[in-house]
């Protein structure tokens, strides 16, 4: 059949595509489904090919309107689809995650889903397609909704006219019952090794360490952008933060030179990276457990300098908990 092509991409989710394909081939298509999921496993890659089997395959060519909060964008754009992503405000702009890093932008919260786009969605359905038997709306990261927004979803879920809904979210229990309990979940794995290996190369990062493979846990998304993120981490930081402080005068060294190199959001991933990295090399659960309570520290906004002193500390062996 001409749907099953436009799945073709689509590695290691045999069930979620199986429930997809049925819907399509008998014709009994949910007005609203949430796609569960770890990020970077394949639930906006599948929101997509669905979408543009649901628009009768005709294309989701290109056409930019970046001025706008909910878009378009680059290969998902048709005049019958509207992508939905989390944005920030600034001067009372909303910015897309890469609209924010390209404009610069200091980021202290997390994007959110807002109102305002959701009200542009609201309008969006007002509309009959233009091109297609149906419109079809994707929601990514809909847990960001604040409660305001989440109700207004809520009553157009009630009423989507001749619509498909996609929530992409990580956990049914993410979002509002309500919500939830007007959608046709479809559920996503982790990937096994082969088939994680399988898409890095595909896309071209089949060279990834094993030690990033391991922390990715089975996401090629996060394998990716973990990758990414050693590469951006200076070697010195790495090559010293390996192995376990010497003496109290070296971890108060490292600490300077990681909160004078690394911004907090990379601090944070720098933990997450030791920690794997302890485990699976020594199996030192007190080292992973330290490094775990100077990320929820890091996160809380404690000032990451003094955090990096003490943890490096117990981890020389200088202190006891924290």
Request: proline content about 5%.
């Amino acid at each position: 059949m001409a749907f099953d092509s436009a799945f073709d991409s689509i590695v290691g989710q045999i069930q979620a595509i199986a429930l997809l394909k049925a819907a399509i081939k008998y014709d009994r298509i949910a007005p609203a489904y949430l796609f569960t999921g770890a990020n970077g496993i394949g639930r906006s890659l599948t929101a997509l090919a669905f979408a543009q089997t649901l628009i009768q395959n005709t294309g989701l060519h290109a056409a930019s309107n970046a001025h706008k909060s909910s878009q378009r964008v680059s290969d998902r754009n048709h005049p019958d689809v509207l992508w939905v992503e989390p944005t920030y405000l600034d001067k009372g702009k909303m910015l897309t995650a890469k609209e924010a890093e390209e404009a610069g932008l200091k980021r202290r919260a997390s994007p959110q889903v807002r109102l305002e786009q959701i009200r542009d969605i609201t309008d969006f359905l007002s509309h009959a397609p233009l091109e297609s038997k149906r419109s079809v709306v994707i929601v990514q990261e809909a847990q960001t909704m604040a409660e305001a927004a989440a109700n207004g979803l809520l009553k157009t879920l009630e009423e989507p006219g001749r619509a498909t809904i996609i929530l992409i979210v990580p956990d049914a229990s993410a979002i509002l019952p309500t919500l939830v309990s007007r959608c046709q979940r479809i559920p996503f794995y982790r990937l096994d090794r082969a088939s994680l290996l399988e898409v890095l190369s595909r896309v071209g990062y089949a060279e990834i360490p094993e030690q990033i493979v391991a922390l990715a846990q089975g996401s090629p998304g996060e394998a990716i952008a973990a990758y990414e993120q050693f590469q951006a981490i200076p070697p010195q930081i790495l090559a010293t933060t390996e192995s376990l402080p010497p003496d109290a005068k070296t971890a108060m060294a490292i600490a300077k030179q990681i909160t004078k190199d690394l911004d907090v959001e990379s601090q944070l991933w720098l933990i997450d990276y030791l920690q794997n990295h302890y485990w699976r090399s020594q199996g030192r659960s007190q080292v992973v457990k330290s490094l775990e309570e100077a990320k929820h520290l890091l996160a809380g906004y404690v000032q990451p300098r003094l955090v990096w002193e003490v943890t490096l500390l117990q981890m020389a062996g200088k202190l006891q908990g924290i």
